[in-house]
Structure formats: C-alpha cells, structure tokens
C-alpha cells in the first residue's frame, strides 16, 4: 500500500478558488511535484487552485517491492494507476470538475488515461512532450549508470539550450541523484518502461476521448520528435497542436512566460 500522496496547495491559492489546476509531472528519474514544477507554479497560483501531488513511482509515492508481487508493469498499467490515484484525490478534495495539465510520459499519460476512465470531471487538458504516446526508449534513462555525471547529462537533454539553465540542471541533479537513489525507485522506474503486451503506445481508444486538449511540443525536443504530438493531436477528436519554437522538452523551463500564457490562454476558453 502506497502512503497518501504529497498534494503541493501552491503559494496563494486559496481552497474556494476556482478552476482547479491539476498539475502532474514528468516521468524521469529522481523527480518530485515540487521540483518539476517550480518555474512555473507562482504563475499558476495566481489564477488557479492548484493540485500538484507526487505520481505513483515517484517522490513520496516509492514503494519497496511496488513493481513486483503481481504489481505494476508497462506504461499503461502505471498510467492506469495513476489515473485512479488522481480521482481518489479529487474526491478527497470534493473536486468534481477541473483542468489537467500533464508532463510527458507519466503526467501526460496519466492525464490521457483519467479523461478515458472519467471524461465528465476534466474540463480541458494541456498535454505536454507526446505524453508518452512515443515509442519506448531503447535504454532506460540513468539507471544503468547511475551517477551524478549520468544525471546531469540525463536533464541536459530536456532542455533546448543547457547553457542557459547550467545552475538549475546542477540544482536538480543533486536533488533528483539523491531521491533516484532511495530503496524502491530504480525498481519501480524500471517496470514503467516494461515492454509488455498492451504496448508502449496508448493511441488505440483516443478516438473516444471528448475532452477538449492541447498538445505542446518543444520545436527543439531532444527526448520525443514532435512528430508524437502531431499524432496525439490528430487522434484526439477535440485536439490541436502548438509547437513552441526555441524550447526543448522542459517547455515550462525553457520558456516559462510564453508556456504559461499558451496555458492560461486555452484554459479559459
């Protein structure tokens, strides 16, 4: 059994204030709500009530032995569970209708598999990096190297210009070294890229997913092409695409300011 979820009630958000924000991580190794997204979550704050909880497999939701005794395996199962974890956290909260916005390849599945499973409680979703929708990678990341050096190059790829972010990508390599490292994580991160037979790609069913959602796509994405997201977009039946040119995967890292209008601007429609 997992512990409850970290749920990170951002700066100045206030519990009567509506829309609600649901905002999920990404998918690397060692990371956590909080880190994820700190560039970001002020902006947010001051418009919406945010919702950042840790997804299962990562920061306070590692579990020793979580991948095996009959546990979890592939993308899909995790994306799954992920989704159930969500709608237990809005029923706590007594949410029953909110935005998603979902990071790559565990946030952004997740978000996919929670409009699946319960479309009438997302208002809209903004997806970002594919979602996951790729193919599996042909090595999982900085597991079989585990150092800081490896963690480091690990972050470089997510971002357009390393250059540009050198004190943040050395920042959070400490950070995400440490909790990459904690009992029960290598394990768990091993088994979301599991390639099993329900596949790497959850496009199959897309089609039924009503939820109105914009993809973004960093035009300098070095972890997914953005040819993912134009196929997420065009499966989604009230889907469109918009490639932010000089980012990278870490969109809401490489340009924030441009990321949270974009945001903002489809969330309010």
């Known amino acids: 059994m997992s512990a409850m979820p970290k749920e990170a009630g951002l700066p100045g958000t206030s519990p009567e204030r509506d829309p609600v924000l649901v905002l999920l ?9 909080t880190s994820n997204w700190a560039t970001v979550r002020t902006r947010f704050s001051a418009t919406f009530r945010c919702l950042a909880p840790d997804l299962l497999g990562f920061g306070t939701q590692i579990t020793v032995g979580e991948a095996g005794d009959g546990g979890l395996h592939g993308p899909r199962a995790w994306a799954r569970a992920r989704a159930r974890q969500i709608l237990d956290l809005l029923d706590r909260h007594g949410l029953e209708r909110e935005h998603l916005l979902g990071n790559s390849a565990a946030g952004g599945a997740a978000a996919l598999a929670l409009m699946a499973e319960a479309p009438e409680r997302i208002e809209r979703a903004v997806l970002m990096g594919g979602a996951g929708t790729g193919p599996l990678p042909g090595a999982v990341p900085f597991y079989d190297q585990p150092t800081r050096k490896s963690m480091r190059a690990t972050l470089g790829r997510l971002v ?22 904690r009992p029960g994580a290598e394990e768990a991160f091993r ?5 099993v037979p329900d596949g790497p790609a959850p496009l199959l069913g897309l089609s039924a997913v009503r939820t109105p959602v914009l993809a973004l ?34 969109i809401h890292v490489d340009r924030p300011d441009e990321f949270c209008t974009l945001v903002e601007e489809f969330l309010s429609k």
């Open 191 to 195: 088994s979301m890229f599991t390639d």
């Open 25 to 33: 991580h990404g998918g690397g190794p060692g990371v956590d709500a």
């Open 217 to 250: 796509h960093g035009a300098c994405d070095r972890v997914a092409p953005v040819e993912v997201s134009t196929r997420l977009a065009e499966a989604l039946p009230c889907g469109r695409l918009k490639v932010v040119p000089r980012a990278g995967h870490w």
């Open 160 to 181: 357009a210009d390393e250059h540009a972010h050198r004190e943040l990508l050395e920042s959070l390599a400490y950070l995400r070294l440490e909790q990459a490292l």
